[in-house]
Protein backbone atom coordinates (compact mmCIF):
# COMPACT_ATOMS: atom_id res chain seq x y z
CA UNK A 1 0.00 0.00 0.00
CA UNK A 2 2.97 2.22 0.57
CA UNK A 3 3.22 2.91 -3.26
CA UNK A 4 0.20 4.34 -3.48
CA UNK A 5 -0.71 8.02 -3.17
CA UNK A 6 -1.41 9.81 -0.16
CA UNK A 7 -4.65 10.48 1.72
CA UNK A 8 -6.11 14.46 1.17
CA UNK A 9 -9.14 15.56 3.13
CA UNK A 10 -10.90 18.58 2.18
CA UNK A 11 -14.56 19.70 2.72
CA UNK A 12 -16.17 18.21 -0.44
CA UNK A 13 -15.05 15.09 0.51
CA UNK A 14 -16.44 15.22 3.90
CA UNK A 15 -19.88 16.58 2.24
CA UNK A 16 -19.71 13.11 -0.05
CA UNK A 17 -18.50 10.77 2.60
CA UNK A 18 -21.83 11.72 4.69
CA UNK A 19 -24.34 11.84 1.71
CA UNK A 20 -23.08 8.07 1.00
CA UNK A 21 -23.56 7.04 4.53
CA UNK A 22 -26.84 8.76 5.41
CA UNK A 23 -28.82 5.35 3.93
CA UNK A 24 -26.95 3.37 6.31
CA UNK A 25 -26.66 5.76 9.06
CA UNK A 26 -30.86 5.67 9.40
CA UNK A 27 -30.59 2.32 10.45
CA UNK A 28 -28.03 3.21 13.41
CA UNK A 29 -30.96 5.39 14.80
CA UNK A 30 -32.53 2.39 15.73
CA UNK A 31 -29.58 1.21 18.03
CA UNK A 32 -29.48 4.08 19.88
CA UNK A 33 -33.10 4.02 20.71
CA UNK A 34 -32.09 0.56 21.81
CA UNK A 35 -29.01 2.02 24.02
CA UNK A 36 -31.22 4.70 25.49
CA UNK A 37 -34.14 2.92 26.27
CA UNK A 38 -31.73 0.64 27.67
CA UNK A 39 -29.47 3.53 29.47
CA UNK A 40 -32.69 4.69 31.21
CA UNK A 41 -33.74 1.17 32.47
CA UNK A 42 -30.21 1.20 33.86
CA UNK A 43 -30.71 4.22 35.99
CA UNK A 44 -28.60 6.82 34.12
CA UNK A 45 -30.26 10.04 33.81
CA UNK A 46 -30.86 11.41 29.98
CA UNK A 47 -28.18 13.92 29.98
CA UNK A 48 -25.20 10.73 31.17
CA UNK A 49 -27.01 8.58 28.22
CA UNK A 50 -26.58 11.07 26.04
CA UNK A 51 -23.15 12.42 27.53
CA UNK A 52 -21.94 9.01 27.09
CA UNK A 53 -22.95 8.25 23.42
CA UNK A 54 -21.56 11.71 22.24
CA UNK A 55 -17.75 10.74 23.87
CA UNK A 56 -17.76 7.60 23.40
CA UNK A 57 -19.59 6.31 20.18
CA UNK A 58 -18.88 2.67 20.60
CA UNK A 59 -22.40 1.26 20.49
CA UNK A 60 -21.55 -2.18 21.69
CA UNK A 61 -18.81 -0.94 24.49
CA UNK A 62 -22.09 1.34 25.49
CA UNK A 63 -24.10 -1.74 25.93
CA UNK A 64 -21.60 -3.93 27.74
CA UNK A 65 -21.02 -0.69 29.98
CA UNK A 66 -24.27 -0.77 30.78
CA UNK A 67 -24.31 -4.85 31.51
CA UNK A 68 -22.11 -3.79 34.62
CA UNK A 69 -23.77 -0.38 35.72
CA UNK A 70 -24.96 -0.37 39.41
CA UNK A 71 -24.53 0.74 42.75
CA UNK A 72 -20.87 0.12 42.67
CA UNK A 73 -19.65 -0.27 39.25
CA UNK A 74 -16.25 -3.13 38.84
CA UNK A 75 -14.26 -1.05 37.29
CA UNK A 76 -11.42 -3.33 36.06
CA UNK A 77 -13.72 -5.24 34.26
CA UNK A 78 -15.36 -2.20 33.09
CA UNK A 79 -12.06 -1.40 31.46
CA UNK A 80 -10.91 -4.75 30.35
CA UNK A 81 -14.67 -5.37 28.80
CA UNK A 82 -14.42 -2.53 26.64
CA UNK A 83 -11.15 -2.74 25.68
CA UNK A 84 -11.48 -6.28 24.67
CA UNK A 85 -14.54 -5.61 22.90
CA UNK A 86 -12.86 -2.48 20.67
CA UNK A 87 -9.05 -4.11 20.44
CA UNK A 88 -10.20 -4.52 16.58
CA UNK A 89 -9.85 -0.22 15.99
CA UNK A 90 -5.97 -1.70 16.95
CA UNK A 91 -6.15 -3.69 13.40
CA UNK A 92 -8.49 -1.00 11.78
CA UNK A 93 -6.06 1.86 12.43
CA UNK A 94 -2.95 -0.18 11.24
CA UNK A 95 -4.68 -1.21 8.03
CA UNK A 96 -4.96 2.69 7.28
CA UNK A 97 -1.99 3.73 8.65
CA UNK A 98 0.25 3.82 4.98
CA UNK A 99 -3.12 5.62 3.66
CA UNK A 100 -3.46 8.35 6.56
CA UNK A 101 0.16 8.92 7.11
CA UNK A 102 0.68 11.81 4.63
CA UNK A 103 -2.04 13.65 6.66
CA UNK A 104 -1.05 16.31 8.63
CA UNK A 105 -1.52 15.08 12.51
CA UNK A 106 -4.88 16.96 13.23
CA UNK A 107 -6.32 15.99 10.20
CA UNK A 108 -4.94 11.95 10.69
CA UNK A 109 -5.42 11.22 14.56
CA UNK A 110 -9.07 13.68 14.08
CA UNK A 111 -10.12 11.40 11.11
CA UNK A 112 -9.48 8.05 13.53
CA UNK A 113 -11.80 9.48 16.54
CA UNK A 114 -14.92 8.71 14.39
CA UNK A 115 -13.90 5.70 12.92
CA UNK A 116 -16.11 3.03 13.07
CA UNK A 117 -16.27 -0.53 11.59
CA UNK A 118 -19.21 0.25 8.87
CA UNK A 119 -17.11 4.02 7.30
CA UNK A 120 -13.75 2.07 7.78
CA UNK A 121 -14.31 -0.81 5.62
CA UNK A 122 -16.68 2.04 3.23
CA UNK A 123 -13.42 4.06 2.93
CA UNK A 124 -10.69 0.99 2.57
CA UNK A 125 -12.79 -0.20 -0.22
CA UNK A 126 -12.05 3.27 -1.89
CA UNK A 127 -9.19 2.93 -1.11
CA UNK A 128 -8.57 -0.08 -2.96
CA UNK A 129 -10.39 1.71 -6.10
CA UNK A 130 -7.25 4.18 -5.76
CA UNK A 131 -9.66 6.78 -4.13
CA UNK A 132 -7.02 9.96 -2.57
CA UNK A 133 -9.64 11.26 -0.70
CA UNK A 134 -10.37 10.07 2.99
CA UNK A 135 -13.54 11.76 2.80
CA UNK A 136 -15.68 8.61 3.11
CA UNK A 137 -13.47 8.08 6.32
CA UNK A 138 -14.46 11.85 7.99
CA UNK A 139 -18.03 12.11 6.57
CA UNK A 140 -19.69 8.80 7.12
CA UNK A 141 -18.02 8.92 10.78
CA UNK A 142 -20.20 11.40 10.92
CA UNK A 143 -22.99 10.61 9.72
CA UNK A 144 -22.80 7.44 12.09
CA UNK A 145 -22.15 9.92 15.33
CA UNK A 146 -24.88 12.23 14.23
CA UNK A 147 -27.75 9.16 13.70
CA UNK A 148 -26.17 7.63 16.96
CA UNK A 149 -27.18 10.61 18.89
CA UNK A 150 -30.63 11.16 17.42
CA UNK A 151 -31.35 7.59 18.20
CA UNK A 152 -30.15 7.68 21.94
CA UNK A 153 -32.00 10.65 22.02
CA UNK A 154 -35.26 9.39 20.98
CA UNK A 155 -34.80 6.60 23.46
CA UNK A 156 -34.03 9.16 26.10
CA UNK A 157 -37.62 11.20 25.12
CA UNK A 158 -39.61 7.69 24.98
CA UNK A 159 -37.83 5.55 26.85
CA UNK A 160 -39.27 6.56 30.27
CA UNK A 161 -42.49 4.81 29.34
CA UNK A 162 -41.41 1.50 28.10
CA UNK A 163 -40.90 -0.10 31.15
CA UNK A 164 -40.39 -3.70 29.87
CA UNK A 165 -37.90 -3.08 26.42
CA UNK A 166 -37.59 -6.44 26.54
CA UNK A 167 -41.43 -6.28 25.28
CA UNK A 168 -40.54 -4.87 21.67
CA UNK A 169 -37.11 -6.83 21.08
CA UNK A 170 -34.93 -3.68 22.08
CA UNK A 171 -32.88 -6.12 24.63
CA UNK A 172 -31.66 -7.74 22.02
CA UNK A 173 -31.31 -5.63 19.00
CA UNK A 174 -27.57 -5.18 19.52
CA UNK A 175 -26.96 -8.94 19.81
CA UNK A 176 -28.63 -9.27 16.15
CA UNK A 177 -26.47 -6.09 14.87
CA UNK A 178 -23.35 -8.20 16.03
CA UNK A 179 -24.82 -11.30 14.26
CA UNK A 180 -25.20 -9.75 11.17
CA UNK A 181 -21.52 -8.15 11.25
CA UNK A 182 -20.48 -11.74 11.40
CA UNK A 183 -22.33 -13.03 8.74
CA UNK A 184 -21.87 -10.55 6.52
CA UNK A 185 -18.01 -10.61 6.75
CA UNK A 186 -15.33 -12.56 5.17
CA UNK A 187 -17.50 -16.45 4.15
CA UNK A 188 -14.40 -18.38 4.86
CA UNK A 189 -14.17 -21.67 7.07
CA UNK A 190 -11.24 -20.76 8.27
CA UNK A 191 -12.92 -18.45 9.83
CA UNK A 192 -14.92 -21.11 12.08
CA UNK A 193 -12.03 -22.05 13.84
CA UNK A 194 -11.87 -18.48 15.40
CA UNK A 195 -15.41 -17.90 16.03
CA UNK A 196 -15.97 -21.45 17.69
CA UNK A 197 -13.23 -20.96 19.86
CA UNK A 198 -14.18 -18.18 21.13
CA UNK A 199 -18.21 -19.10 21.41
CA UNK A 200 -16.87 -22.18 23.23
CA UNK A 201 -14.55 -20.03 25.28
CA UNK A 202 -17.23 -17.65 26.74
CA UNK A 203 -19.86 -20.30 27.35
CA UNK A 204 -17.62 -22.16 29.65
CA UNK A 205 -16.59 -19.22 31.51
CA UNK A 206 -18.87 -17.19 33.62
CA UNK A 207 -16.82 -15.99 36.42
CA UNK A 208 -15.92 -14.30 37.55
CA UNK A 209 -19.00 -12.16 36.08
CA UNK A 210 -18.80 -10.85 32.71
CA UNK A 211 -15.57 -12.51 31.99
CA UNK A 212 -16.28 -14.70 29.44
CA UNK A 213 -16.68 -11.73 26.83
CA UNK A 214 -12.22 -11.45 27.39
CA UNK A 215 -11.87 -14.99 27.36
CA UNK A 216 -14.04 -15.20 24.50
CA UNK A 217 -11.83 -12.60 22.60
CA UNK A 218 -8.56 -13.94 23.76
CA UNK A 219 -9.44 -17.61 22.89
CA UNK A 220 -11.00 -16.30 19.47
CA UNK A 221 -7.53 -14.44 18.68
CA UNK A 222 -5.20 -16.96 19.92
CA UNK A 223 -6.85 -19.37 17.35
CA UNK A 224 -7.04 -17.44 14.84
CA UNK A 225 -3.39 -16.24 15.21
CA UNK A 226 -2.39 -19.71 14.34
CA UNK A 227 -4.92 -20.38 11.47
CA UNK A 228 -3.26 -19.82 8.40
CA UNK A 229 -4.49 -17.22 5.76
CA UNK A 230 -6.31 -17.99 2.76
CA UNK A 231 -5.59 -15.85 -0.49
CA UNK A 232 -8.53 -14.18 -1.19
CA UNK A 233 -9.58 -15.84 -4.74
CA UNK A 234 -9.58 -19.27 -1.98
CA UNK A 235 -11.74 -17.98 -0.19
CA UNK A 236 -15.63 -18.88 -0.65
CA UNK A 237 -18.40 -16.96 -1.64
Known amino acids: MNDRPGAQLDLAGVLVGIRRMAPLSLFVVIFGLAFGVAALARGLSGFEAMLMSALVFAGASQFAALELWGPE?????????????????????AAIQPWLAHLPPAQRYGSLVVMSDSNWAMAVADRQRGETNVGMLVGGGIALWLTWLAGTLLGVIFGSGIEEPERFGLDVIMG??????LLGGRRDLSMLAPWGAAALAAAMVWLPPHSHVIVGALA??????????????????
Do not use: K, W, Y
Open 73 to 93: IPLLPLIATTFAINARHLLMG
Open 176 to 181: CFLLAM
Open 220 to 237: GGLVGLMVPARPPQEATA
